[in-house]
């Protein structure tokens, strides 16, 4: 009798051990704290930001720096950094257009997607062959992409003229500023976290990024799970692109400029680690609903628009280093 | 007629560039035997042990397992020969969880529709139960391994590699860093891997470590096999000077 009693107490203390554990240790906590707080002051400062329309235009935003945001979480997570993102946005973007101008859009999309897992591919396969830091590579490319469309376009738009079809996939507003592009950042979300956190390939990214050496002993292809990460980025990237544009009904070579440190900012203010092995997509989600909020809630706030930088940065900073004493405490 | 050896090594050669690591180093391995892997620094000891758990090729030699010729160019082949390994840091990724950790490369899934998912409610009992076993006191298979001290770390890889049915287990300087009462855990855990029926390759080099629990010992020196010798035949001390001298005759060489 007093064994079983032992044990149940034993249990019950191992459960909410646990859990508390799992709170403490959850990386995306604080960063779903500091959006409660943000969300809060914004809301209390101009009472129309709490508005559906304007939470909707916001999550428009976000959705689209989201999209990059985790493809480049994934990348963080092996260790490595893809600086490309922003050029392989604003290429698949004119792409898209100018494909979907004469062919079928969705078709026109599943090239222009096609293209950007190449161009990822590429990536990954100059950073593990050669062993240059992935800053280097994704630079590189970041300018060799941004070049060529410039040169390429002369910097002149070109607009939409293509079927209905990959539009009404992702933008077309459905009432109240909804768009399916929401939804489908949503759907990302979800699917890229369970492969992150509840499949063997996440487990592998996991450990390429958290020791590379052990990763490999232990049987991992480490090599190919960071050419794969490399590979999402670039598609992720490539659908936002694509996403925007649809929104705007022109493309143009000088779109998503600097949008790569955005989202590492959003990626790293939701808990990922720069060095590698740590974060989650849950996290990365909420990282970049602070940055569309910030962007938009300072505006209404009355602030002018050059205010969003300087706030970003600052937040940046104090949440990584709140992220590192939380890391030091619980290792 | 003799047991055949369980592995076999035979003339391996290592080149790294233009550093010879390995030459023509032969090694037999026995059924249920402890192989004390002696050299000092440099001999090329985790040279040795690293072709035979696949991390990279000989440039040349030849494997025998049981008798048969293989090819290792992968760990993950050497381990489907049972051949098991516990590095000296490179076993258990810091910032990961235990119980992710131990099932790393090979980690249970379970079907939903076309998916496979983890199946941790396994991961987290089977881990727990290893590390019980293992006598590694942690509140849960989900803390971190940062968390767990040296000694913990080797007893739970070596639980590990017993776990997933080892034959041939390699530790390689499992002991450096120990405190005393975590070595003794150390020696804990190779008797019962011995008991269990695991051939154990030790590599270490200090004599000490290995002399209480070892069958048989092979020293290197500079890539060369230099001896071989079983229990009976040496005393701790004249294996250290072996091991020391680089040599066997017991005398340092003199102007080589």
Not at chain 1, 133 to 138: D, E, K, R, V
Not at chain 1, 210 to 215: C, F, I, L, N
Not at chain 2, 130 to 141: E, I
Request: some cysteine; aromatic content about 8%; proline content about 3%.
């Amino acid at each position: 009798m007093a064994n079983e009693e032992n044990a149940r107490d034993r249990d019950q203390g191992s459960l909410a051990a646990r859990i508390t554990t799992r709170l403490r240790r959850n990386p995306a906590v604080g960063v779903i704290g500091a959006f409660l707080v943000l969300f809060v002051i914004f809301s209390s400062l101009n009472s129309s930001f709490l508005s559906v329309k304007n939470l909707t235009g916001i999550f428009t935003i976000v959705s689209e720096l989201g999209i990059v945001t985790i493809g480049i979480a994934f990348v963080m997570i092996t260790g490595e950094f893809d600086l490309s993102v922003s050029s392989v946005y604003a290429l698949s973007g004119f792409l898209f257009v100018t494909l979907a101008n004469q062919i079928n859009s969705l078709l026109a999309l599943f090239v222009t997607l096609a293209i950007a897992v190449a161009i990822g591919f590429i990536n990954g396969l100059i950073t593990v062959r050669v062993r240059l830091p992935s800053f280097i590579t994704t630079l590189g490319m970041q300018m060799f992409i941004r070049g060529i469309l410039l040169a390429v376009t002369g910097g002149a738009s070109v607009s939409y003229h293509g079927d209905r079809i990959v539009p009404a996939m992702f933008t077309n507003i459905v009432g109240q500023g909804f768009r399916p592009s929401h939804l489908w950042f949503i759907v990302i979300t979800v699917v890229f976290s369970l492969i992150l956190t509840r499949t063997r390939y996440g487990n592998w990214v996991y450990a390429t990024g958290g020791d590379r050496e052990v990763a490999r002993a232990m049987g991992v292809h480490v090599d190919r799970v960071k050419i794969q990460n490399f590979m999402i980025s670039a598609v992720l990237a490539a659908l936002s692109g694509c996403i925007v544009l649809t929104r705007f009904k022109i493309a143009n070579a000088a779109f998503g400029v600097g949008m790569e440190l955005e989202a590492i900012a959003a990626a790293v203010i939701g808990g990922t680690f720069l060095t590698g092995g740590y974060g989650t997509i849950i996290g990365a989600f909420f990282g970049a609903l602070i940055m569309g909020m910030m962007r938009t809630g300072l505006i209404m706030s009355g602030a002018p628009a050059y205010w969003y930088q300087a706030f970003v940065g600052a937040i940046l900073v104090i949440a990584a280093t709140i992220n590192l004493k939380l890391h030091r405490i619980e290792m | 007629m003799p047991e055949q050896p369980i592995v076999k090594m035979v003339n391996i050669s290592k080149r790294f560039g233009a550093v010879q690591a390995l030459d023509r180093v032969s090694l037999d391995v026995n059924e249920g035997e402890v192989l004390g892997l002696l050299g000092d620094n440099g001999a090329g000891k985790s040279t040795l042990i690293k072709i035979l758990a696949g991390i990279f090729p000989p440039t040349e030699g030849e494997i025998y397992f049981e008798g048969k010729p293989v090819r290792l160019s992968s760990p993950k082949e050497a381990r489907e020969l049972g051949i098991e390994t516990v590095h000296q840091k490179l076993s258990l990724v810091d910032i990961m969880t235990i119980s992710r950790n131990f099932f790393l490369g090979r980690e249970p899934v379970k079907k939903i529709g076309p998916f496979s998912f983890l199946d941790k409610r396994k991961m987290d009992e089977e881990c727990r139960k290893v590390v019980t076993q293992v006598g590694v006191r942690v509140r849960d298979p989900n803390e971190y391994v940062s968390i767990l001290s040296g000694g913990e770390r080797q007893a739970i890889s070596i639980g590990r590699a017993m776990y997933f049915g080892a034959r041939i287990l390699i530790l390689d300087e499992p002991m450096t860093a120990l405190s005393v009462r975590e070595q003794r855990t150390v020696i804990e855990e190779v008797k019962n891997a011995k008991a269990a029926g695991a051939a154990i390759i030790f590599i270490t080099h200090n004599v000490y470590h290995v002399y209480p629990v070892a069958d048989r010992f092979v020293i290197l020196d500079k890539g060369k096999k230099i001896g071989e010798v079983t229990k009976a035949e040496v005393t701790a001390e004249e294996l250290t000077e072996i091991v020391a001298a680089g040599s066997m005759t017991g005398e340092p060489e003199i102007g080589s």
